[in-house]
Each structure stands twice: as structure tokens, then as C-alpha cells.
């Protein structure tokens, strides 16, 4: 059974940090690509980084960029998001994603792009 599972949200000040972790199981790592989207309230889920998990490589939406940091732990089948320099519009449930993303890990930026599986989610509140 595959499973993805997102921990590490909470609440954080503006300007504050957080990781993300995504622990995965039942489904080749290292043949995946992992990604992080998040949903305000109200909005549309937004895809905003990703990671090709056998090679490290990395993509970010421009509104993240330099800001969040994707990375693989793959003896730990685990991606994480570290997030630095929060801000009230980041405030969301943040999921982890798996695909083979053979299209190319860019993919996660696409709106009408399924991927394979999902978690279900942390919360993340940033308070201003």
C-alpha cells in the first residue's frame, strides 16, 4: 500500500521557519519525483516545489523561490520542505505528491496535472 505522510506543520510567526517531512512507503523512491503543493482557504491548490529523488534535482515556483529549500533523504524515503522567512500568504495545508513525472519534475507548476499519490496534509498558520 503506498502511503505518503506530512508532518512538521504548525503555528509560526511572520518571518519564522519550518520543515516539512514527507515520509513515504510501498512504492520505489528512487523512480519518483516528490513535490509539495499547497490550498488556502478559499483558493486553488497551488504546486509550489518538486524533487527528482534519484538525481536531487530541483524545481521552485517563483513565489518560493529562495525562500524554501527542497530535499531528499533517500535511505529514509523522506523529502522535506525547510521553509524560511514565512509569510501570512504561505499560510496553508501544505501535501506531499508522488509521481514518475517523466514529462519532467517542472510538472508540479501545471494545474491540470494528476499526480499518482497523495498525503493528506499539514497545517501551516503563520501569524502576522
Known amino acids: 500500500e503506498v502511503q505518503l505522510v506530512e508532518s512538521g506543520g504548525g503555528l509560526v510567526q511572520a518571518g519564522g521557519s519550518l520543515r516539512l517531512s514527507c515520509t513515504t512507503s510501498g512504492f520505489t523512491f528512487d523512480d519518483y519525483a516528490i513535490a509539495w503543493f499547497r490550498q488556502a482557504p478559499g483558493k486553488a491548490r497551488e504546486g509550489i516545489s518538486s524533487?527528482?529523488?534519484?538525481?536531487?534535482?530541483?524545481y521552485y515556483v517563483p513565489s518560493v523561490k529562495g525562500r524554501f529549500t527542497i530535499s531528499s533523504d533517500n535511505a529514509r524515503n523522506t523529502v522535506y520542505l525547510q521553509m524560511n522567512g514565512l509569510k501570512p500568504e504561505d499560510a496553508a495545508v501544505y501535501y506531499c505528491a508522488a509521481d514518475r513525472a517523466e514529462l519532467g519534475i517542472e510538472v508540479v507548476a501545471l494545474i491540470n496535472y494528476d499526480w499518482d499519490y497523495w498525503g493528506k496534509g499539514t497545517l501551516v498558520t503563520v501569524s502576522s
Open positions: 524533487i527528482r529523488t534519484r538525481d536531487g534535482s530541483t
